[in-house]
Protein backbone atom coordinates (compact mmCIF):
# COMPACT_ATOMS: atom_id res chain seq x y z
CA UNK A 1 0.00 0.00 0.00
CA UNK A 2 1.25 3.25 -1.33
CA UNK A 3 0.36 6.86 0.34
CA UNK A 4 1.53 9.96 -2.46
CA UNK A 5 2.32 13.29 -0.59
CA UNK A 6 1.81 15.89 -3.36
CA UNK A 7 3.18 19.16 -2.65
CA UNK A 8 2.29 22.04 -4.62
CA UNK A 9 5.52 22.75 -6.81
CA UNK A 10 4.97 27.22 -6.42
CA UNK A 11 4.70 26.73 -2.46
CA UNK A 12 7.85 24.44 -2.88
CA UNK A 13 9.75 26.60 -4.83
CA UNK A 14 9.13 29.57 -2.44
CA UNK A 15 9.53 28.04 1.08
CA UNK A 16 11.27 24.73 0.18
CA UNK A 17 10.22 21.02 1.21
CA UNK A 18 10.37 21.19 4.73
CA UNK A 19 9.05 24.87 4.71
CA UNK A 20 5.61 23.30 3.55
CA UNK A 21 5.94 20.01 5.56
CA UNK A 22 6.24 21.99 8.50
CA UNK A 23 4.29 25.40 7.77
CA UNK A 24 0.99 25.62 10.10
CA UNK A 25 -2.39 25.26 8.49
CA UNK A 26 -4.41 28.66 8.07
CA UNK A 27 -6.74 29.21 11.03
CA UNK A 28 -9.83 28.31 9.12
CA UNK A 29 -8.79 25.19 7.78
CA UNK A 30 -7.27 23.87 11.35
CA UNK A 31 -10.74 24.90 12.52
CA UNK A 32 -12.83 23.08 9.96
CA UNK A 33 -10.86 20.06 10.87
CA UNK A 34 -10.72 20.72 15.04
CA UNK A 35 -7.01 20.34 15.13
CA UNK A 36 -4.72 22.44 17.72
CA UNK A 37 -1.88 24.14 16.16
CA UNK A 38 1.45 22.84 16.90
CA UNK A 39 4.54 24.59 16.90
CA UNK A 40 7.17 23.51 14.47
CA UNK A 41 9.59 21.41 16.49
CA UNK A 42 6.63 19.33 17.33
CA UNK A 43 5.45 19.38 13.55
CA UNK A 44 8.77 17.69 12.44
CA UNK A 45 9.49 15.02 15.03
CA UNK A 46 5.61 14.08 14.54
CA UNK A 47 6.46 13.71 10.39
CA UNK A 48 9.64 12.01 11.53
CA UNK A 49 8.40 9.63 13.60
CA UNK A 50 5.24 8.96 11.38
CA UNK A 51 8.01 8.26 8.28
CA UNK A 52 9.98 5.98 10.69
CA UNK A 53 7.35 3.91 11.25
CA UNK A 54 6.04 4.14 7.63
CA UNK A 55 8.92 2.65 6.15
CA UNK A 56 10.36 0.53 9.31
CA UNK A 57 13.39 -0.76 6.56
CA UNK A 58 14.90 3.30 5.55
CA UNK A 59 17.53 4.88 7.60
CA UNK A 60 17.25 8.28 8.92
CA UNK A 61 19.44 9.31 6.25
CA UNK A 62 17.16 8.37 3.77
CA UNK A 63 14.77 9.83 4.97
CA UNK A 64 15.69 13.03 5.28
CA UNK A 65 17.08 12.59 1.66
CA UNK A 66 13.17 12.05 1.00
CA UNK A 67 12.21 15.00 2.46
CA UNK A 68 14.35 17.06 0.06
CA UNK A 69 12.32 15.68 -2.57
CA UNK A 70 8.94 16.97 -4.33
CA UNK A 71 7.02 13.69 -3.23
CA UNK A 72 7.28 11.50 -0.52
CA UNK A 73 6.28 7.75 -0.98
CA UNK A 74 5.07 6.22 2.27
CA UNK A 75 5.00 2.64 1.97
CA UNK A 76 3.17 0.16 4.22
CA UNK A 77 5.12 -3.41 5.02
CA UNK A 78 2.49 -5.83 6.64
CA UNK A 79 3.95 -8.45 8.23
CA UNK A 80 4.43 -11.62 7.13
CA UNK A 81 2.23 -14.22 8.61
CA UNK A 82 3.92 -17.54 10.09
CA UNK A 83 1.71 -20.76 8.81
CA UNK A 84 0.91 -23.16 10.98
CA UNK A 85 1.97 -26.53 10.60
CA UNK A 86 -0.46 -29.09 11.04
CA UNK A 87 -0.28 -31.60 13.60
CA UNK A 88 -0.46 -34.73 11.45
CA UNK A 89 -2.74 -37.39 13.62
CA UNK A 90 -1.52 -40.53 14.52
CA UNK A 91 -3.63 -43.79 15.03
CA UNK A 92 -3.85 -45.92 17.78
CA UNK A 93 -0.79 -48.52 17.98
CA UNK A 94 -1.35 -52.17 18.36
CA UNK A 95 -0.86 -51.96 22.12
CA UNK A 96 -3.70 -49.37 22.62
CA UNK A 97 -5.52 -51.27 19.91
CA UNK A 98 -5.63 -54.61 21.78
CA UNK A 99 -6.08 -52.49 25.13
CA UNK A 100 -8.94 -51.05 23.27
CA UNK A 101 -10.83 -54.01 22.33
CA UNK A 102 -11.26 -52.82 18.99
CA UNK A 103 -11.50 -55.95 17.48
CA UNK A 104 -12.91 -57.94 19.42
CA UNK A 105 -16.36 -59.89 18.60
CA UNK A 106 -18.92 -60.03 22.10
CA UNK A 107 -20.04 -63.42 22.90
CA UNK A 108 -23.41 -62.34 22.33
CA UNK A 109 -22.86 -61.19 19.13
CA UNK A 110 -21.16 -64.76 18.33
CA UNK A 111 -23.79 -66.19 16.43
CA UNK A 112 -23.65 -68.09 12.87
CA UNK A 113 -27.57 -66.41 11.81
CA UNK A 114 -26.23 -62.55 12.68
CA UNK A 115 -23.63 -62.68 9.76
CA UNK A 116 -25.79 -64.86 6.98
CA UNK A 117 -27.03 -61.20 5.51
CA UNK A 118 -23.69 -59.98 5.06
CA UNK A 119 -22.26 -63.69 3.20
CA UNK A 120 -25.24 -62.54 0.60
CA UNK A 121 -23.87 -59.33 0.08
CA UNK A 122 -20.40 -60.84 -0.68
CA UNK A 123 -21.77 -62.93 -3.40
CA UNK A 124 -23.66 -60.44 -4.64
CA UNK A 125 -20.10 -58.21 -4.70
CA UNK A 126 -18.67 -61.07 -6.28
CA UNK A 127 -20.71 -61.32 -8.95
CA UNK A 128 -20.51 -57.93 -9.60
CA UNK A 129 -16.73 -58.33 -9.89
CA UNK A 130 -16.33 -60.75 -11.86
CA UNK A 131 -19.55 -60.00 -14.11
CA UNK A 132 -21.73 -62.65 -13.44
CA UNK A 133 -20.39 -65.95 -12.65
CA UNK A 134 -21.43 -67.56 -16.00
CA UNK A 135 -20.19 -71.32 -17.07
CA UNK A 136 -18.15 -70.36 -19.99
CA UNK A 137 -16.40 -67.61 -17.40
CA UNK A 138 -12.63 -68.51 -17.62
CA UNK A 139 -11.79 -69.88 -14.42
CA UNK A 140 -8.07 -67.96 -14.12
CA UNK A 141 -9.59 -64.85 -14.46
CA UNK A 142 -12.38 -65.28 -11.80
CA UNK A 143 -9.92 -66.80 -9.26
CA UNK A 144 -7.28 -63.98 -10.12
CA UNK A 145 -9.96 -61.49 -8.78
CA UNK A 146 -11.08 -63.41 -6.13
CA UNK A 147 -7.79 -63.72 -4.77
CA UNK A 148 -7.67 -59.74 -4.53
CA UNK A 149 -11.43 -59.25 -3.45
CA UNK A 150 -12.79 -58.39 -0.05
CA UNK A 151 -13.06 -62.25 1.64
CA UNK A 152 -15.09 -60.73 4.59
CA UNK A 153 -18.29 -62.20 4.65
CA UNK A 154 -17.17 -65.58 2.13
CA UNK A 155 -17.92 -68.77 3.48
CA UNK A 156 -14.43 -71.04 3.39
CA UNK A 157 -13.53 -74.55 4.63
CA UNK A 158 -9.92 -75.84 5.73
CA UNK A 159 -9.23 -78.71 3.37
CA UNK A 160 -5.51 -79.11 3.98
CA UNK A 161 -3.65 -78.19 7.10
CA UNK A 162 -0.45 -79.57 8.98
CA UNK A 163 -2.34 -79.45 12.09
CA UNK A 164 -5.65 -82.42 11.30
CA UNK A 165 -7.21 -80.35 14.08
CA UNK A 166 -7.84 -77.39 11.23
CA UNK A 167 -8.91 -79.96 9.02
CA UNK A 168 -12.89 -79.66 7.91
CA UNK A 169 -13.76 -75.87 9.84
CA UNK A 170 -16.15 -74.45 8.13
CA UNK A 171 -17.98 -70.87 8.42
CA UNK A 172 -18.54 -67.34 7.38
CA UNK A 173 -14.98 -65.17 7.21
CA UNK A 174 -15.97 -62.27 9.83
CA UNK A 175 -11.95 -60.73 10.65
CA UNK A 176 -9.18 -61.00 8.31
CA UNK A 177 -5.79 -60.32 9.23
CA UNK A 178 -2.29 -60.74 7.89
CA UNK A 179 -1.33 -64.26 9.67
CA UNK A 180 -5.09 -65.16 10.41
CA UNK A 181 -8.96 -65.60 9.88
CA UNK A 182 -11.62 -65.28 12.24
CA UNK A 183 -14.37 -67.68 11.32
CA UNK A 184 -18.18 -68.15 12.85
CA UNK A 185 -18.88 -72.04 12.24
CA UNK A 186 -22.93 -73.08 11.95
CA UNK A 187 -22.51 -74.43 15.64
CA UNK A 188 -21.86 -70.66 16.92
CA UNK A 189 -18.52 -71.26 17.35
CA UNK A 190 -15.90 -68.13 16.64
CA UNK A 191 -12.41 -70.22 15.39
CA UNK A 192 -9.05 -68.42 15.03
CA UNK A 193 -7.76 -70.16 11.45
CA UNK A 194 -3.57 -69.56 10.90
CA UNK A 195 -3.26 -68.83 7.14
CA UNK A 196 0.50 -70.41 7.32
CA UNK A 197 0.48 -74.25 6.81
CA UNK A 198 -3.44 -74.45 5.28
CA UNK A 199 -5.29 -74.53 2.52
CA UNK A 200 -8.85 -73.20 2.44
CA UNK A 201 -11.27 -73.78 -0.37
CA UNK A 202 -14.30 -71.26 -1.10
CA UNK A 203 -17.35 -71.94 -3.67
CA UNK A 204 -19.55 -69.98 -5.06
CA UNK A 205 -22.61 -70.82 -7.80
CA UNK A 206 -20.40 -74.16 -8.08
CA UNK A 207 -16.91 -72.41 -9.08
CA UNK A 208 -13.85 -73.64 -6.55
CA UNK A 209 -11.16 -71.88 -5.39
CA UNK A 210 -8.22 -72.99 -3.49
CA UNK A 211 -6.12 -70.26 -1.34
CA UNK A 212 -2.81 -71.38 -0.46
CA UNK A 213 -2.87 -69.66 3.23
CA UNK A 214 1.82 -69.63 3.34
CA UNK A 215 1.13 -67.74 -0.07
CA UNK A 216 -1.30 -65.47 1.35
CA UNK A 217 0.27 -63.59 4.30
CA UNK A 218 -0.83 -60.30 3.62
CA UNK A 219 -3.84 -58.03 5.07
CA UNK A 220 -7.19 -57.30 2.84
CA UNK A 221 -5.95 -53.66 1.67
CA UNK A 222 -2.35 -55.20 0.78
CA UNK A 223 -3.80 -57.55 -1.58
CA UNK A 224 -5.36 -55.58 -4.57
CA UNK A 225 -1.67 -54.55 -5.80
CA UNK A 226 0.00 -57.82 -5.27
CA UNK A 227 0.78 -60.35 -8.06
CA UNK A 228 -0.37 -64.10 -7.47
CA UNK A 229 0.52 -67.43 -9.06
CA UNK A 230 -2.41 -69.46 -10.37
CA UNK A 231 -0.56 -72.50 -9.91
CA UNK A 232 0.81 -72.53 -6.56
CA UNK A 233 2.27 -75.21 -4.13
CA UNK A 234 2.10 -75.91 -0.29
CA UNK A 235 4.68 -76.90 1.67
CA UNK A 236 2.39 -79.34 3.90
Known amino acids: MRAW ?3 DPRRLRRDGMEGQLYRRLPPEESGELRLQPQSSEKAKTFVHAFLKRSMPKM ?3 AIQDMLTRKAVILEHYPKKKTKQKRKKTKGFTAKQRRELRLFEIEPEQQRYAIFLPLHELWKQYIRDLCHGLKPDAQPHMIQSKLLKADLHGAIVTVTKSKCPSYVGITGIILQEFK ?3 KIITKEDKLKVV ?5 VFSLELDGFISYIYGSKFLLRASERSAKKFKLKGS ?3
Open 5 to 7: LVI
Open 59 to 61: KDE
Open 179 to 181: HIF
Open 194 to 198: PKLNN
Open 234 to 236: IDL
